[in-house]
Structure formats: C-alpha cells, structure tokens
C-alpha cells in the first residue's frame, strides 16, 4: 500500500487552474510538516510548497502567490491549489512530508500547454 496517493492533474491552457489532492494512507496529524514537490525529466525532485500542522505555509518563489497549500486537519489530506498556471509548472506532483522521507507515491502528472 502507497503511503501516499496523489491525483487531480491533467492537462490545462496556460492561465488555468488545477486542484491536487495527495491522500495519506494513514494519518498524516502527527506528521508536523507535509509538502507538495515536482520533478520534471532530467531533473531533480523540487519542494514546492509545504505546510506545517499548526496552518503556517511556506512557499517557492516561482509559485508565491499563485498556488496555495492546505490540509484537512481532521483527515488526511494535503491540496495544492494551483492557478495562472504556466507551461513551466508541467511536471509531476507528489506529496511527502518536508523534509522528505520514505516511500514516494506515484505522483500525478499536471501538463500546462495550448
């Protein structure tokens, strides 16, 4: 069983918007600080953004404004919302807590062209 399951990707126009969802497979309430990553081929694995327990939200530079992260206290699910999406956010999304360890899900491809 993944840890981790993401989805809500798709393919958008430049400009749209997407919501992710990353679905832990047991409680992510005492894990203090989860974060939505992307990697594209031939890179690296990059945070995004993340989220500590208590709500405080930390972002990249190159989607400040334009994303924002949230988690469902109560369950087990961290969302990424994305908008004005660029053609250089394609890539695949995960989910991990920050600073990552263990397993990786296997992500949810967003593709942002015209």
């Known amino acids: 069983q993944e840890r981790f399951v993401e989805s809500g990707g798709g393919l958008v126009q430049p400009g749209g918007s997407l919501r992710l969802s990353c679905t832990a497979s047991?409680?992510?309430?005492?894990?203090?600080?989860m974060g939505w990553y992307r990697q594209t081929p031939g890179k690296a694995r990059e945070l995004v953004a993340r989220i500590r327990a208590d709500g405080v939200t930390n972002y990249q530079d190159f989607v400040r404004v334009r994303f924002t992260i949230s988690r469902d206290k109560a369950g087990n699910t961290v969302y990424l919302q994305m908008n004005s999406l660029e053609p250089e956010d394609t890539a695949v999304y995960y989910c991990?807590?920050?600073?990552?360890?263990?397993?990786w899900g296997q992500g949810t491809q967003v593709t942002v062209s015209s």
């Open positions: 991990n807590p920050w600073p990552a360890w263990g397993s």
């Open positions: 047991e409680s992510i309430y005492n894990i203090y600080t």
